[in-house]
């Protein structure tokens, strides 16, 4: 087993993963810009290294930095954690090239599952149901409004190297075709450096439903259940939670084997996530994520494992030890993702935390970087905690949310806490019956 990690990453991921070390007897180092000095990862840490200015290119994203920091202070394996370098296949590789053990999959199946184009055909091959569109990227206008007329409206443009609900557009008419598919081409250059782009039939109303899964290398692959992020906005998920209101047993069971069946293909290693957009009964995949998720959490609390830790275990290249029938998902898991957000219009807010007060008691999971006097940056992600609830039914989870909400004191700035108490209070939320589109409706129908 490694005896140091060096965690490349920031605030409540750095924190979760420096949690799941400590409880594995290994040390940790924390990398840091200069503006997250005071930052709780950085306090936390056995040892901490200075990487950095404040701007991610200079700090969190500078892969000699990094190095060198894991070098200097004798790390055997480096976490990426989420965002950041952790689905950058160039990064990986570097890090094994230095003797250092990269605690995801391997560069190549980070490669090909980070092409979405790429990736969408894998899956196919592999067996996994995708969305109708475009046979790979689309080159020109002509091409794509052959593809239009073929799939029909509305259709979505994505990029291939999208990320964090970004790069895509959605075309209503064939006149709108070629201004969305300019439109899309630039933001995916500018954003990804990549102006490859495809098609697909754009869903009218789907959820978000996505499987966990862990792989270790040798062949051995699970999952653990799936989890419904349909609270979305901005194509970014709000609120998700496991298991989906929306499924019964057995399709959870049928896509569970698929993806497993593929992924054991694969030889997959690492945790990682297929995403698929459900409707009218039917799954299409999307895209798979090869690192931990935000939202990881919820499948732990109804699985009752530690996903970080099974992580640095296939890492060290122990095999996996649970078995499909070890996972019996049981109960109900929440997550509300808190942010440095004005709740209305959602323009960040850093700024000095003055109170602080996390909600606790039974069922209630905070994973957060804040604390009494901390000062939020402004130039990161505005994720600053997830409030995460088990119940032994979805009612008693829901229940237990809104008390949980009702208790969270975060003072000094504001936080998206008022929008999470008001969605929950929501009939569609309540009865579990929502897609994709709703909470941006809802949003729109109140203002
Ligand atoms: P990202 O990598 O940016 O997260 P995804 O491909 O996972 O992009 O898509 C993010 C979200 O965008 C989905 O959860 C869904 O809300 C929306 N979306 C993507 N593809 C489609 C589609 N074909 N039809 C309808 N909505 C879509």
């Not at 088990?390 to 975060?410: F, H, P, Q």
Request: proline letters at 6%; a negative charge; charged letters at 25%.
């Amino acid at each position: 087993m490694f005896e140091k990690v060096l965690i490349a990453n920031r605030g409540e991921i750095a924190l979760r993963i420096h949690r799941a070390c400590k409880e594995m007897g290994i040390q940790t180092v924390a990398v840091h810009s200069t503006a997250d000095a005071d930052a709780m990862h950085a306090r936390l840490a056995d040892e901490t290294v200075c990487i950095g200015p404040p701007p991610p290119k200079d700090s969190y994203l500078n892969i000699p930095a990094i190095l060198t920091a894991a070098t200097l202070t004798g790390a055997d394996a480096i976490h990426p954690g989420v965002g950041f370098l952790s689905e950058n296949a160039r990064f990986a590789q570097m890090v094994e090239e230095h003797d250092i053990a990269f605690i995801g999959p391997t560069p190549e199946h980070i490669s090909l599952m980070g092409d979405k184009i790429r990736a969408k055909e894998a899956a196919k091959d592999l067996g996994i149901p995708v969305v109708p569109g475009s046979d790979g990227g689309v080159e020109t206008d002509a091409e794509a409004l052959a593809i239009a007329k073929e799939i029909g409206f509305p259709l979505i443009i994505k990029a291939a190297s999208g990320g964090g609900g970004r790069g895509m557009k959605v075309a209503y008419s064939l006149d709108e075709v070629e201004e969305a598919l300019a439109i899309c081409r630039t933001e995916a250059k500018a954003a990804f450096g990549d102006d490859a782009v495809y098609i697909e039939r754009y869903l009218g109303k789907p959820r978000h439903i996505e499987i966990q899964l862990l792989g270790d290398g040798q062949g051995n692959c699970i999952h653990l259940g799936e989890r419904d992020c349909s609270i979305q906005r901005r194509h970014q998920k709000v609120i998700e939670e496991a298991p989906s209101p929306a499924l019964n047993a057995e399709q959870r069971a049928r896509i569970g084997e698929t993806v497993t069946a593929a992924m054991k293909k694969m030889r997959y290693r690492g945790a990682g996530t297929i995403e698929f957009l459900y409707e009218d009964g039917e799954f299409f995949f999307i895209e798979m994520n090869t690192r931990l998720q935000v939202e990881h959490p919820i499948s732990e609390m109804i699985c009752n494992v530690d996903l970080v830790r099974e992580q640095i275990k296939v890492a060290a290249g122990i095999p996996l030890h649970l078995t499909q029938d070890d996972i019996q998902p049981a109960g109900h898991a929440i997550e509300c993702r808190v942010t440095a957000e004005n709740p209305e219009t959602f323009m960040p807010t850093p700024g000095r935390i003055t109170d602080y007060h996390a909600p606790g008691g039974m069922g209630v999971r905070v994973d957060s970087q804040l604390y009494s006097g901390y000062k939020v940056p402004p130039y990161y992600d505005s994720l600053v905690s997830k409030l995460i609830v088990y119940g032994a039914t979805r009612n008693e989870c829901m229940m237990r949310l809104k008390r949980a909400l009702d208790e969270y004191v975060i003072g000094g700035i504001e936080t998206t806490i008022p929008l999470h108490q008001k969605i929950i209070a929501q009939p569609p939320f309540i009865d579990g019956n929502y897609d994709i589109h709703w909470l941006e409706k809802w949003m729109g129908l109140k203002s």
